[in-house]
């Protein structure tokens, strides 16, 4: 089966820090690029940053340049996003996704998506 599955959510205080990861299985993530996307409520799904396929190039939504790192693990078959210093604006529900062809975020270039992962911080 192939399954994408998103992780690591939780409750945080403004300022702290949060890893995601997005665990694949059935097919090997290294070959598609990965986009996070997040969802805040009473929004639409917006991108927050993703990593080609191939040489791995990232990018990253201004609101989250500088605090968050999209990173491979291919041992691991994993994509994580480090997410640090954490404000309430990132709150939200965080889906990560895969593309055969996508260099940034955008969310109709991405054809399977994993379940979400809900991140609520504080003030």
């Known amino acids: 089966d192939v399954q994408l599955q998103a992780s690591g959510g939780g409750l945080v205080q403004a300022g702290g820090s949060l890893r995601l990861s997005c665990a694949a299985s059935?097919?090997?993530?290294?070959?598609?690029?990965v986009g996070w996307f997040r969802q805040a409520p009473g929004r639409g799904r917006e991108g927050v940053s993703c990593?080609?396929?191939?040489?791995?190039?990232?990018y990253y939504a201004n609101s989250v340049k500088g605090r968050f790192t999209i990173s491979r693990d291919n041992a691991k078959n994993t994509v994580s996003l480090q997410m640090n210093n954490l404000k309430p604006e990132d709150t939200g529900v965080y889906y990560c996704?895969?593309?055969?062809?996508?260099?940034?975020?955008?969310?109709?270039?991405?054809?399977?998506w994993g379940q979400g992962t809900l991140v609520t911080v504080s003030s």
């Open positions: 996704a895969v593309s055969n062809r996508a260099l940034l975020p955008i969310e109709d270039d991405y054809d399977y």
């Open positions: 990593i080609t396929a191939g040489h791995s190039s990232t």
């Open positions: 059935g097919f090997n993530i290294d070959d598609h690029a």
